[in-house]
C-alpha cells in the first residue's frame, strides 16, 4: 500500500508563513505530478498548486504570488511554502502524487490523509 504523508500543518496568525511537506515512498518506480489541494469546511476540495515531473507548476488565482510548490525529485518530496497567509486559507490540505509503482503499472493518483492549516486574524 503506497502512502503519502503529509507534515507541516499548524495555526499562525495572518500574515504568517507555514511550509508544509509531502513524502512518497522512496520504492515506488517513477512519480509524475504532485500537487496540494484543499478543502474548507462546507466547501468542495479546490486545487492550490501543481508541479510536474519537469516542474512545471500550476497555481490558483487565489494564491499566485503567495504560495510556491516545489520538489526534490532525490526525495520524492513536494513543498508548499505559504507566505501571507489569509484567515481564507484556513483549511484542511492534502497532497497528491501521480505515480506508478513498478514499470509496467498504471499510473495512478494517491492522496495524502491532510494536515490542518488555520490562519487567526
Known amino acids: 500500500q503506497v502512502q503519502v504523508v503529509e507534515s507541516g500543518g499548524g495555526l499562525v496568525q495572518a500574515g504568517g508563513s507555514l511550509r508544509l511537506s509531502c513524502a512518497a515512498p522512496g520504492s515506488i518506480f517513477s512519480i509524475n505530478a504532485m500537487g496540494w489541494y484543499r478543502q474548507a469546511p462546507g466547501k468542495a476540495r479546490e486545487l492550490v498548486a501543481a508541479i510536474t515531473s519537469g516542474e512545471g507548476t500550476n497555481y490558483a488565482d487565489f494564491v499566485k504570488g503567495r504560495f510556491t510548490i516545489s520538489r526534490d525529485n532525490a526525495k520524492n518530496t513536494v513543498y508548499l511554502q505559504m507566505n501571507s497567509l489569509k484567515p481564507q486559507d484556513t483549511a484542511v490540505y492534502y497532497c497528491?502524487?501521480?505515480?506508478?509503482?513498478?514499470?509496467?503499472?498504471?499510473?495512478?493518483?494517491?492522496w495524502g490523509q491532510g494536515t490542518q492549516v488555520t490562519v487567526s486574524s
Open positions: 497528491t502524487a501521480t505515480l506508478r509503482v513498478r514499470m509496467m503499472a498504471w499510473l495512478t493518483d494517491y
